[in-house]
């Protein structure tokens, strides 16, 4: 009789060392849970720095207005020789849109002067006399300057408000 040699048969004799499929799952989901969490994470963090990008693109826009109005002459007495038209009391701050605001200028995205189609932000602007005008007083005024988007458009809302004495010429 011939003797055949047999191959050996591989037995699990005790559970293997590895991974089962129901561990592999399980870790896939804590993953995927914690991709959702950063995810989340990183839009909220986006969106944060677009409102404070516009934050400033505004308050940029209103404060370069507001140093405009108060670099501009103002003597004493109203109105005075060679007055300057940018400090002429006046103007609106109103937001609803409710009437003509009277001292109003566009501006892009860029912070530069634009026209309305173009325009990101509107600026209006509100010269108010404090003292009454006469030879013997000095000539206060009250400025405010208001940037807001343009009707229709999402962003902030800045305000900006100075008291300006006339120069004791």
Known sequence: MVQRAAFPV????????GFSL???????????????????????????????ADTGLATRIARGRMEELLAAPLRRGWPWSGYHEAVTPGGSTELGGAGTPGYFAYFGEDGEPSDRRAARYEVRWRIRELTPPGKDRLASLRMEVVAMPVSGGAGPIVRLESVRVANGE
């Not at 592999?24 to 989901?29: D, M």
């Open 10 to 17: 591989a037995r699990c004799e005790e559970r293997e060392a």
């Open 22 to 52: 129901v561990e592999t799952l399980f870790a896939v989901l804590i993953l995927v849970v914690a991709a959702g969490g950063l995810v989340r994470g990183i839009a909220q963090s986006s969106r944060a720095r677009q409102a404070a």
